[in-house]
């Protein structure tokens, strides 16, 4: 994916697809439940990784109860200056 993803409807529907979706909408990632993989890392290739799991309704085999997670990436891009 050559583009970034502005808003939170293209996160999302990125994030279905792609195994880390590159956008430059911090306020977005917040929004949609994101948080950075590494909050003490202040700079770097850490710094801009974000994750947030979600539940894909399917119950697993492993888990009495239990629901499976789905972890889905984002990659905060600094905005061209």
Same mark, same amino acid.
């Given at each position: 994916?050559?583009?970034?993803?502005?808003?939170?409807?293209?996160?999302?529907?990125?994030?279905?697809?792609?195994?880390? +979706?590159?956008?430059?909408? *911090?306020?977005?990632?917040?929004?949609? $439940?994101?948080?950075? @993989?590494?909050?003490? !890392?202040?700079?770097?290739?850490?710094?801009?990784?974000?994750?947030?799991? +979600?539940?894909?309704?399917? *119950?697993?085999?492993?888990?009495?109860? $239990?629901?499976?997670? @789905?972890?889905?990436? !984002?990659?905060?891009?600094?905005?061209?200056?």
């Amino acid at each position: 994916m050559d583009s970034l993803c502005h808003s939170r409807e293209e996160i999302e529907r990125a994030a279905v697809r792609l195994p880390c +979706v590159p956008t430059d909408n *911090r306020e977005a990632l917040i929004a949609l $439940g994101f948080e950075r @993989i590494s909050p003490d !890392a202040p700079t770097g290739y850490e710094s801009h990784l974000w994750e947030r799991a +979600v539940d894909s309704g399917y *119950r697993t085999v492993s888990m009495r109860n $239990g629901r499976r997670k @789905i972890v889905q990436r !984002a990659y905060l891009v600094k905005p061209a200056a």
